[in-house]
Structures are given as structure tokens and as C-alpha cells.
């Protein structure tokens, strides 16, 4: 980002990300719903370009208009209505400003896997007793994950019975110890909560934004960011909200 860019993010989180955009040189505003305000306040410290918020997205303590740029990953698909969301995150972008979001995507390859039949039947039980499901599921499959996690057509056939969410073929300085950690919450989030919606839904929720706005909506996906698994996110959309008339490259 550019230096001095006035920037919201959400979901503040711990502040690994926040400490990045900090670091970049943006006037960062970072809110989170959770208390996990409290340790992103502790990691980043008193910086005089930075201030963070424990407040709804949906609900943002901004003025309409307010930034240049808006960055909000990982966090639409857990909203009660990602739509609405969408709706408050364009409403603190100024004219001229950036929108950046992602969202798990549908994909007719779920139609070859027993990972949407897994959510079917979780999604109905208790949070609790889901969730000791699910430990069991990462404790039977994730192993498996990670002994063939250098031999790609292993790790297709593996993804058709394992509903397990595993990136250990993916190139990241983690330890096999981590890579479990995030197996875990990753596979509870997607087996009883996480929605997807298709590419397709994401870009119709822009041109909503479009009908109700005089400023001209320019979506297109990125790839500056890797998804998570091939096909898992609607892509890194970007949102360019300019002046009437002005295109956006």
C-alpha cells in the first residue's frame, strides 16, 4: 500500500497481517469483532499511523467514504450474511478507492468428494460433539496428508475421501506441527459453519452495488495472493470504485 493511504482492515486478528500493512507505510484502521483486538494492540503497540476497534463490520464505528482502500480476507464467508457485508464494506469506500475480499468458492469438483456429505451430517449436531468429530477425522486423515504431501496424485485421490482441509503440499515454513494446528480448525470451520457461494454470486453482489451507486464498479479477480487450494476461494476479488466515467486498470 501506499505510504500514508488511509486503509481499513478487516479482521484485525492477532496482527500479523495488521503489522504488515503498518510496516508498508498506511494509515491502518483495523477492527475485529472479538477480543483478539486486545492482542493485536499488544503486538503492534502505540504507532501514530495505526488504531484498532472491536466493532461489527456490518456496523463499522466509519464515516461513509471514509477510505482509500478497504482489505477484508477470511472473514465474509463467517458473517451472517456476507451480502450485507459486502454492502458495509463498499459504503466506507471513497470514490476512486481499492476493495479487497475473498470467499470460499463452490466448485463442481465438491460433486467428487465425501467432504460435502461430512457437512451435511455435522452441520445438524451440537457445536461440542462436532467438534470432537472433527479431532478425530484430522487425527485419522491429516497423517495421511502429510506422508504424501510431495506426491500430487496421491494427494487428489486422498481429497476425495478425506474431508479434512490439509496445505502441507503447499510451500510455507511451517512445522508439521502447525500444519496440524491449522488442519484442525480449518476442517471444523468447514464441515459446520463456512458457506461457499459460487464466483458467479460474489461478482452479482457487485453489480448490485453498481445499481445503487453513481460511481462505476470494476471487479476483477487477482492473483497476488494464492488461494488456499486450487478453486477453494472465488479469487482475491478487487473492487475499484472511481470516478463516473473514469476506468480503472
Wanted: proline fraction near 8%; glycine fraction near 6%; aromatic fraction near 8%.
Amino acid at each position: 500500500m501506499q505510504a500514508c493511504q488511509n486503509l481499513a482492515w478487516c479482521v484485525a486478528r492477532a496482527g500479523r497481517f495488521t503489522e504488515l500493512l503498518v510496516r508498508a507505510g498506511a494509515l491502518v484502521h483495523a477492527i475485529d469483532l472479538s477480543a483478539a483486538v486486545e492482542t493485536n494492540r499488544r503486538n503492534i503497540g502505540d504507532r501514530a499511523t495505526y488504531s484498532v476497534a472491536q466493532a461489527d463490520l456490518r456496523a463499522a464505528p466509519f464515516p461513509a467514504g471514509a477510505f482509500d482502500a478497504v482489505v477484508c480476507l477470511g472473514v465474509l464467508q463467517h458473517t451472517p450474511s456476507p451480502e450485507q457485508s459486502i454492502a458495509a464494506l463498499w459504503r466506507m469506500l471513497a470514490p476512486g478507492g481499492l476493495l479487497v475480499i475473498d470467499h470460499y468458492a463452490w466448485t463442481l469438483s465438491r460433486l467428487t468428494k465425501l467432504g460435502p456429505l461430512y457437512r451435511m451430517i455435522l452441520k445438524r449436531l451440537p457445536p461440542a460433539r462436532a467438534k470432537r468429530i472433527t479431532d478425530v477425522l484430522v487425527d485419522v486423515f491429516f497423517p495421511l496428508h502429510w506422508a504424501v504431501r510431495h506426491v500430487r496424485p496421491l494427494q487428489m485421490l486422498l481429497s476425495r475421501v478425506s474431508p479434512c482441509l490439509a496445505y502441507c503440499h503447499e510451500p510455507m515454513a511451517l512445522t508439521r506441527e502447525q500444519h496440524e494446528d491449522w488442519c484442525r480448525l480449518d476442517t471444523f470451520d468447514e464441515l459446520t459453519w463456512a458457506p461457499r457461494r459460487s464466483a458467479w454470486c460474489v461478482t452479482a453482489t457487485w453489480s448490485r452495488r453498481r445499481a445503487a451507486s453513481r460511481h462505476p464498479i470494476h471487479v476483477r479477480p487477482s492473483r497476488t495472493l494464492p488461494p488456499r487450494r486450487p478453486g477453494s476461494r472465488a479469487g482475491l476479488a478487487r473492487a475499484g470504485r472511481g470516478p463516473a466515467g473514469a476506468p480503472r486498470p
